[in-house]
Nanobody
Framework: QVQLVESGGGLVQAGGSLRLSCVGS????????MAWYRQAPGKQRELVAT???????SYADSVKGRFTISRGDAKNTVYLQMDSLKPEDTAVYYC?????????WGEGTLVTVAS
């Protein structure tokens, strides 16, 4: 069974940094695209950043220049380095992975940014 497990969330002051990690297991092959989404209270889930198997990245406008997505040396790991955090970044952050149209989700990790 494929699983994605996120970690690294927590409480941080505005202007601070956090690094989220996501580890995939239960799959023999490398995921194609991996991504981070987030869902703030009362809002729809939104795409934060994506990274392809070749390393191409894309970001939501709201996080460009502050967040960095990367893939780890270990197969099927992805990170999200979040700097200059703002209260509006407060949300549950979800890892997402794609393998030829089959999508997988983690359970999420909560990030709270205090003003």
């Amino acid at each position: 069974q494929v699983q994605l497990v996120e970690s690294g969330g927590g409480l941080v002051q505005a202007g601070g940094s956090l690094r989220l990690s996501c580890v995939g297991s239960g799959i023999l092959f490398r995921f194609n695209t991996m991504a981070w989404y987030r869902q703030a209270p009362g809002k729809q889930r939104e795409l934060v950043a994506t990274i392809s198997s070749g390393g191409s990245t894309s970001y939501a406008d709201s996080v460009k220049g502050r967040f960095t997505i990367s893939r780890g040396d270990a197969k099927n790991t992805v990170y999200l380095q979040m700097d200059s955090l703002k209260p509006e970044d407060t949300a549950v952050y979800y890892c997402n992975a794609d393998r030829y149209g089959q999508y997988y989700w983690g359970e999420g990790t909560l990030v709270t940014v205090a003003s």
